[in-house]
């Protein structure tokens, strides 16, 4: 193995155990919690959600390494929600490739994707598997098997949050945080939900679509700090354009 695929193996591996179990994901489930509906709704609605067939976005991905150094890839999405599926196509010098992956992290890449190499192609995989679940947010809870615990004040980067912790035993996160003016989700943790812990933290954007919904638009995941909930070592960035809903 070269020096590459050892890092990326080890990258892979960091991406996923870092995060969280990645179980299974029946079409069941739907949230209580008023916070929760508030949240869907800010995000278009429960039911719109659930008529949704397929999202289409254009994402620009970047993993980073165990040594910090980004890798950065143009790629076209198209994620299903209910089936817990994201696939992903892009170009290279040496040709197109199509990467797979669901909600557990299994997957499969076809074609020159990292020029062939085992260990950069199941990096991506895991980063496809750790994008899918990010980009769904509180809709988590209505397709997956996700339960929503009590909600509680909290408070992340000296930003007053509305805190749901995750039941399910199966969880994929730990905690949501919410925004408590304008609903939208701003965190996730996985893994540990405190400074000093094993996990990470996701940060969200959202843009607003023509149809009245909304979807991230940035979701930025570190490594939680040994002093801080949000530590300075980065995981995965992607950066979404081009969004369609269908």
């Not at 890092?7 to 008023?34: E, F, H, M, N, Q």
């Not at 408590?180 to 812990?197: H, N, S, Y």
């Amino acid at each position: 193995m070269n020096k590459a695929a050892a890092w990326a193996l080890g990258a892979a591996g960091l991406i996923v155990l870092a995060g969280c179990d990645l179980g299974g994901r029946p079409k069941t489930g739907a949230p209580v919690s008023p916070v929760l509906e508030a949240a869907l709704q800010a995000i278009g609605g429960r039911e719109t959600w659930q008529n949704v067939e397929e999202i289409s976005t254009v994402a620009v991905v970047t993993v980073y390494d165990a040594g910090g150094t980004g890798h950065v890839n143009r790629q076209a999405q198209e994620i299903d929600l209910a089936a817990g599926q994201i696939t992903a196509t892009g170009q290279t010098p040496a040709g197109r490739w199509r990467a797979s992956a669901s909600l557990e992290g299994s997957g499969q890449v076809v074609g020159p994707l990292h020029g062939g190499d085992e260990g950069l192609q199941k990096l991506a995989i895991s980063a496809l598997a750790m994008t899918l679940h990010r980009a769904a947010g509180p809709l988590n809870f209505v397709f997956g098997p996700e339960e929503p615990g009590d909600p509680s004040p909290a408070r992340i980067a000296g930003v007053d949050l509305i805190r749901i912790g995750v039941r399910a035993a199966d969880r994929q996160a730990v905690a949501y945080y919410f925004h408590p003016d304008t609903k939208m989700l701003r965190f996730v943790t996985c893994g540990g939900d405190r400074a000093g812990a094993e996990g990470t933290v996701t940060e969200y954007t959202y843009m607003k679509l023509p149809n009245g919904m909304a979807f991230p638009e940035s979701i930025r995941v570190v490594r939680i700090g040994e002093n801080a909930l949000i530590g300075p070592q980065r995981v995965l960035e992607v950066d979404f354009s081009r969004v369609s809903i269908r």
